[in-house]
């Protein structure tokens, strides 16, 4: 069994002396794992670092096996490095693509805005709102997705302020009424309305992260939402 692809490094750990197992997210292949031979030299390590784009050839005698990869560096995306949030963002993508993802099954669109994400981490201004915005995708390609198109109570588009925890539906200020504190907030960011401030981006990660932690998380078992994401949220919280 061989196949060639391109992806983004998740995560990497060492596998006895001198080899290292990495997880990638492929544009054809999904969240895919291999070893890599001599991935502990000091050739190879620096090439394997989370968020690198890839070139990977996997082989395997069967497709079940998990296989070897051949790796070939793209993009090290090591600029984030010199930025404490970006790195953090870069961190919690992956940490939620390794939580989230089944083994070996793709999904293009979300691979492809997983990329533009990481690309823009810390380089253009509205990554934070490119973020929220991947994380309500990632919840929407695993089958949680948020019905944001109109009132869940009045049918209205007009001012959605709101997202039902049981629906997952839009509600309008006005429909809310003495409900609302029940209710998550729905920044317009979340709409794809224009930029957004910090403040705003950590409202709508609250929404995001309530489906993320009480529908996803809870379906997949004991395990709770990567640390990860949990860090970066905090650090945006503070530096807003």
Known sequence: MEWRDQGALLSVRPHGETSAIIEVFTA???RHAGVVRGGASRRVAPILQPGAQLDVTWRARLDEHIGAFVVEPLRARSGVLSDRLALAGLNSVC???RFALPEREAHPALYRSSIALLDALGSTPDWLT???RWEAMLLEELGYGLDLSSCAVTGSREDLAYVSPRSGRAVGRDAAGQWADRLLPLPPCLLGQGAATTEEVVAGLGTTGWFLE?????????????EARHRFVA????QG
């Open 28 to 30: 054809h292949h999904g």
């Open 95 to 97: 940490a939620l693509l």
């Open 130 to 132: 490119h973020y929220l």
């Open 214 to 226: 009480h529908r996803l998380a809870s379906d997949l078992g004991t395990r709770p939402l990567p």
């Open 235 to 238: 650090l945006l919280a503070r």
